[in-house]
RNA sequence: GGGCCCGUGGCGCAGUCUGGAUAGCGCGACUGCCUCCUAAGUAGUAGGUCGAGGGUUCGAAUCCCUCCGGGCCCGCCA
């Protein structure tokens, strides 16, 4: 609605300069507490042209400007033109997202979008670095979907990894049982094999016969590497279904091996972008020719295929992403892995399973950790000489710095991910919400009520913070239930939600004097839509985080200020229930986007 | 050697893409506010050379250049 308001003073100005209505909009700016409510800096922009100074500039143009139903008045304010919204606008705002409902700011862009993420190794719990990709991942999506695209989650499978063998070797030579929460368990198998396998040459020799077998396929081996595989994917899903994750589908690299792998790498040789090598130090592989065209390396070449056939991780990447942009006749069969609690049945990719409607996306999305930024680009790159130059625009690596302990980073091979995993982290946070429950609330519900301050309170902890700062984990800032957090918003739903439940409210509302603190109210609540626009186009949820702060903020300050149920008149009443409604509307909406959950009470 | 990211009160951040009015917010500290829709709230006080220096501009935290500090990357690992 605030858009509204800015393209009909932009042709006010327009009218009034004759100069071009883009223009006049991009004067404007949603004005700072105390310069009305919507300022121009036209001044500036037509001094020149105008042969006057900026101030002289903007009081030419504030007189010759026509009056607007919504524009109740016009202030100079030395280079600046302050509009002043009127009653008619605000009211209008609120019947608007009141009609609106649930749709009020979504979009219908259609586009097909593959979201990958978490892609975690399935060799050990979700740390806090992989929860941090899990929840940026999730809310991305969630900003697409709610845009209008068609999202595709997807989470790729490496199980045909090393640490995948080695876990594999102490299952069948170690301990032979899966005991406790399968990921937590491999994990720690993991780390004792690796220990073993540092020390001990014939441990390693027996760990990468292993390997060779999974990479072969089509054996025992093979099949059970697959199967503990899978069950660690699932232990790790039962976290990200206590975080509210899901996915739609999860992609295995032995099926990009077995299903698609070929076709591709004919393509690209094929294709010329990739050449073999016979002579100097990449002699017998087949490479991408660099030089020159990215910066940042030394090494003008990136091997896909090594000398001995096989492929490097850049290489199936690659293949693995002509897939996912439908450039290859080939596809791959899924069979059910998961019923979700949240969204619906997950499925894996198979040998048999059935063919299904996934990958052809027009925009790829990629959570991969900043580390990785190099090969990503690789990626980009080799899309672009193929001549595929709209798949390389709409190629994005989003990438994300990674989450630490004051003390360490996170190593799988060393266990320091032990006591800090996804899990201790939810139940930890589980018990410090719980000794803030209040009594008031009873015993069958605290729990309930618990898990979702501390599941609301992480994730907006995780998601406030641009990707790309640095977190230097510290359990009482993740876990704060106070400020700027989780629980703050969830307390000004809860708020909001018990106003309505004790009123009737009837949305029609007639002709209203707003007051500050109500209008602050309606102007946020108005902007709604357009932070949602900018924040999925940038792909940035902490833009959205910040946005439901301030509103959150605003409707706290209106609460305090403005009894609703005890309004004085009728009118007033009837008004700010509207707003109320309006309020737990929005708020509601984006925290959905967030993954935030709202408690009934807290 | 080259490339990318970060640097904003004691601590943690937003704002930088798209330059504008006294640089916002949270935590921590201090002082107030519950006979009134939930005080996980709210009102206020103290605390800042926006890493440094130059440049562009009527105007720079924001754009350009140089430098400093921290991190990541430049593999026939993934």
Avoid at 46 to 64: C, N, S, Y
Avoid at 126 to 142: C, M, P, T
Avoid at 275 to 295: A, N, Q
Avoid at 464 to 490: C, H, R
Wanted: proline letters at 3%; charged letters at 30%.
């Amino acid at each position: 609605m605030i858009l509204n308001a800015k393209h009909q003073i932009a042709s006010l100005i327009s009218k009034a300069t004759s100069e071009d209505e883009s223009l006049c909009f991009k004067s404007l700016e949603v004005a700072q507490e105390g310069h009305g409510d919507i300022a121009s800096k036209i001044g500036f922009m037509l001094a020149k042209k105008m042969r006057m100074r900026p101030v002289q500039a903007a009081q030419e143009v504030a007189e010759k400007l026509k009056p607007h139903e919504w524009v109740k008045g016009v202030e100079v304010a030395g280079p600046y033109i302050n509009f002043m919204l009127s009653d008619e606008f605000y009211a209008e705002a609120v019947m608007r997202i009141l009609q609106d409902g649930k749709e009020y700011g979504r979009g219908n862009s259609g586009k097909r979008v593959i979201v990958e993420s978490p892609s975690v190794n399935p060799n050990k719990p979700w740390h806090i670095g992989h929860l941090r990709n899990a929840l940026l991942g999730d809310a991305v999506a969630n900003l697409l979907q709610f845009r209008g695209d068609h999202v595709q989650r997807m989470d790729y499978i490496d199980d045909l990894g090393l640490q995948v063998a080695q876990s594999l070797w102490g299952y069948l030579n170690l301990d032979k049982e899966i005991e406790g929460k399968a990921d937590h368990w491999i994990g720690h198998e993991y780390v004792k094999v690796a220990g073993m396998v540092e020390k001990d040459e014939v441990v390693k020799k027996s760990a990468e016969g292993i390997l060779r077998e999974m990479e072969n396929g089509g054996n025992e081996t093979a099949e059970k590497a697959r199967w503990l595989a899978e069950e660690c994917v699932k232990a790790q899903y039962e976290t990200a279904f206590n975080y509210g994750n899901y996915e739609n589908v999860l992609i295995c690299e032995s099926d990009i091996m077995r299903e698609i792998f070929g076709e591709g790498i004919e393509k690209l040789k094929a294709s010329g972008a990739v050449t073999h090598e016979t002579s100097g130090p990449s002699k017998g592989c087949w490479v991408v020719k660099l030089s020159g065209k990215m910066r940042g390396m030394t090494e003008p070449d990136k091997i896909l295929i090594r000398s001995n056939g096989t492929a490097t991780y850049t290489g199936k990447d690659m293949i693995f992403h002509l897939w996912k942009f439908g450039k290859l006749k080939g596809g791959f069969r899924y069979s059910k892995f998961l019923e979700q609690p949240t969204d619906g049945t997950a499925y894996i990719t198979s040998k048999k399973g059935k063919a299904m409607d996934f990958g052809k996306a027009d925009l790829v999305v990629n959570v991969i950790g900043v580390e990785q930024k190099y090969p990503q680009e690789v990626i980009k790159h080799v899309l672009d000489v193929l001549g595929y130059t709209k798949e390389a625009e709409n190629f994005v690596h989003l990438a994300y710095e990674h989450a630490w302990l004051p003390e360490a980073k996170f190593s799988g091979r060393k266990g320091t991910w032990v006591g800090h995993t996804a899990d201790e982290l939810a139940a930890e946070g589980k018990k410090r919400a719980l000794e803030k429950v209040k009594t008031g609330i009873p015993e069958g519900e605290r729990e309930t009520v618990a898990e979702e301050v501390a599941i609301g309170a992480i994730r907006y902890a995780f998601l406030k913070i641009a990707p790309e700062k640095k977190l230097v984990f510290k359990w009482d800032e993740v876990l704060s239930l106070e400020g700027d957090s989780g629980p703050y918003l969830q307390y000004a739903c809860v708020r909001a939600r018990r106003i309505l439940e004790k009123a009737d409210f009837n949305e029609k509302v007639g002709a209203y004097g707003f007051n500050a603190e109500e209008k602050r109210l309606v102007k946020e609540l108005a902007q709604f839509p357009m932070i949602m626009k900018n924040a999925a186009g940038k792909m940035k949820p902490h833009l959205v985080s910040d946005y439901l702060y301030s509103l959150s903020n605003v409707f706290s300050k209106f609460y305090t200020n403005n009894p609703v149920i005890k309004a004085e008149k009728e009118e007033e009443k009837k008004m700010r229930l509207a707003m109320v409604s309006a309020f737990n509307n929005v708020l509601s909406t984006g925290l959905g986007v967030l993954g935030v959950p709202v408690p009934d009470k807290m």
